[in-house]
């Protein structure tokens, strides 16, 4: 038999001509900490673009602050003490509340804000959508700078005070402090994130910021001022239940008046209280998108 020349050529199968299969690179997890600093230049380069704007909410904020302990120094001049702390003493407590506040103030409430407008809206889709956790991107989207004026101004309070007091922290207070301060920050932010949660049965909540200040209202004041059988009633249910007593409560005290032997527990639940808190409204918020249904559908 005679091959022709077409014996030569390599032979030609189905498979060779199949695609080679290349495995996808899996996906990489987004690096939290680039994104929130993304976010808060985005937010500084919005507050920049007017800066008159920015001053002005800067001086509001401040004024305010000012109103609060001028307040107080009045007050100091009928009274030596509120509920057993003394002038210096509880502006050290201001102080510590102010710190709080102008963390969450800045960072989370602007978001909580506008998650019901998110909602209403379907906006939420595209939160829902990003390769990203969408608690995190909730709460950290946007950031009010003009708010930390008051963490600065608080910053000088505390020095001011303790100057005054003549105390200068330990090695264990220095290291405590800072904690219980994100400890207080992650008590309110909870809070916080919990009321925005429930916009998404509410359908439109608008009154976020009214019930979170009502409610850490109780926070502004030392714990000692809640007896007797409403005020210990008070105290109780925002001790235990709604734990924002300890959030101001519990850092202050370490500078201005020093944990005793039968409050070192009070500092333990403290700590268990923020677990506590954070994970119930973690599984709070979780419930509530499986419960989202948009709105364009």
């Not at 007017?50 to 800067?58: A, D, K, S």
């Not at 007797?228 to 300890?246: Q, S, Y």
Request: with cysteine; hydrophobic share 50%.
């Amino acid at each position: 038999m005679i091959r022709g020349s077409l014996d030569t050529e390599p032979v030609e199968t189905a498979a060779m001509h199949r695609p080679f299969l290349i495995a996808p690179p899996p996906p990489q997890r987004p690096k939290y900490l680039r994104v929130f600093l993304t976010f808060a230049r985005n937010s500084l380069v919005r507050a920049m673009t007017f800066r008159t704007n920015f001053l002005l909410e800067c001086i509001t904020s401040l004024s305010w602050v000012g109103m609060n302990l001028s307040f107080y120094l009045l007050v100091f001049q009928y009274t030596k003490s509120v509920g057993g702390w003394g002038q210096y003493q509880y502006f050290v407590f201001l102080a510590t509340l102010q710190l709080i506040n102008s963390i969450v103030e800045a960072l989370f409430m602007p978001n909580a804000e506008e998650f019901s407008e998110l909602v209403r809206t379907g906006e939420l889709d595209f939160a829902l959508l990003k390769p990203i956790d969408t608690q995190f991107l909730i709460s950290l989207a946007k950031i009010d700078w003009s708010s930390l004026a008051n963490f600065l101004f608080a910053i000088g309070l505390l020095a001011f005070s303790l100057f005054k007091l003549n105390v200068f922290p330990g090695f264990a207070a220095v290291l405590l402090y800072p904690l219980y301060i994100v400890s207080g920050v992650v008590i309110l932010y909870s809070l916080t994130i919990t009321l925005a949660a429930s916009t998404v049965w509410l359908g439109r909540n608008q009154s976020i910021y009214d019930f979170w200040f009502y409610i850490t209202n109780f926070s502004r004041y030392p714990m000692e001022i809640y007896r007797g059988p409403i005020g210990g009633a008070l105290g109780w249910l925002f001790t235990f239940l709604i734990p924002v007593l300890v959030v101001v409560n519990v850092p202050a005290r370490l500078l201005a008046k020093p944990l005793e032997a039968n409050q070192w527990p009070l500092a333990l639940f403290a700590l268990a209280a923020t677990v506590l808190s954070f994970a119930g409204s973690r599984w709070l918020f979780l419930r509530a998108l499986n419960g989202y249904r948009s709105a364009s559908s």
